[in-house]
Nanobody, 120 residues
Framework: QLQLVESGGGLVQPGGSLRLSCAAN????????IGWFRQAPGKEREGVSC????????YYEDSAKGRFTISRDNAKTTVYLQMNNLKPDDTAVYYC?????????????WGKGTLVTVSS
């Protein structure tokens, strides 16, 4: 059972940056496609970004393009979501999830989330 842990959330002003991390207690994540999702209050969960396991191809939801970057560390134990130029609409609980297949084919493991609040 893969246990994912997110970190890096917090309160940031509009225009600021945060880097979220997703790790699995030191277990390698290179076998998994890793996705970042978010759920804002009163809204459904939505996908934000994903990185495949085979070739590290990346995908972004439209509002994240040009502002967010998903990446893996060299040891392949952590996946990051660098978020720049944050907006109040980015306020949400952010979850990372792992798929045994590929991005877009459903996630098998989920973390408990980290809260990102963008407010002045």
């Amino acid at each position: 059972q893969l246990q994912l842990v997110e970190s890096g959330g917090g309160l940031v002003q509009p225009g600021g940056s945060l880097r979220l991390s997703c790790a699995a207690n030191g277990s390698p994540l290179d076998y998994y496609a890793i996705g970042w999702f978010r759920q804002a209050p009163g809204k459904e969960r939505e996908g934000v970004s994903c990185i495949n396991n085979s070739d590290d191809t990346t995908y972004y939801e439209d509002s994240a393009k040009g502002r967010f970057t998903i990446s893996r560390d060299n040891a392949k134990t952590t996946v990051y979501l660098q978020m720049n130029n944050l907006k109040p609409d980015d306020t949400a609980v952010y979850y990372c999830a792992a798929s045994l297949t590929f991005c877009g084919y459903g996630m098998h493991y989920w973390g408990k989330g980290t809260l990102v609040t963008v407010s002045s």
